[in-house]
Nanobody, 125 residues
Framework: QVHLVESGGGLVQAGGSLRLSCAASGFTLDYYHIGWFRQAPGKEREGLSCISGGSTNYADSVKGRFTISRDNAKNTVYLQMNSLKPEDTAVYYC????????????????????WGKGTLVTVSS
């Protein structure tokens, strides 16, 4: 059974950093496109970053501040978040997309097949 579990969220001051983890069980992360998304209260779910093989992609809102990476030995994907802003406050989710590799990874939540339950990130001003 496929499971994704996010961790690493918490309360941080503006300008600080957090590293989120997305641990997978029941499947091998490296065989899927993996994406990070977030949803703030009253807002739509937003695609932030994704990784597929050696390729990565970032939304403009986080480019240069967030970095996605993967540890295949731990079957875990990470999102390093630096220079955090109050507007980064949201529940952060990881998701897996099982489309063939040639599609490339997607920041569109409708392309995702599996989701974690999320981890809350709160950035204080």
């Amino acid at each position: 059974q496929v499971h994704l579990v996010e961790s690493g969220g918490g309360l941080v001051q503006a300008g600080g950093s957090l590293r989120l983890s997305c641990a997978a069980s029941g499947f091998t992360l490296d065989y899927y496109h993996i994406g990070w998304f977030r949803q703030a209260p009253g807002k739509e779910r937003e695609g932030l970053s994704c990784i597929s093989g050696g390729s990565t992609n970032y939304a403009d809102s986080v480019k240069g501040r967030f970095t996605i990476s993967r540890d295949n030995a731990k079957n875990t994907v990470y999102l390093q978040m630096n220079s955090l802003k109050p507007e980064d406050t949201a529940v952060y989710y990881c998701a897996a997309d099982r489309r063939p590799r040639y599609y490339g990874c997607s920041l569109n939540y409708s392309d995702m097949n599996y989701w974690g339950k999320g981890t809350l990130v709160t950035v204080s001003s």
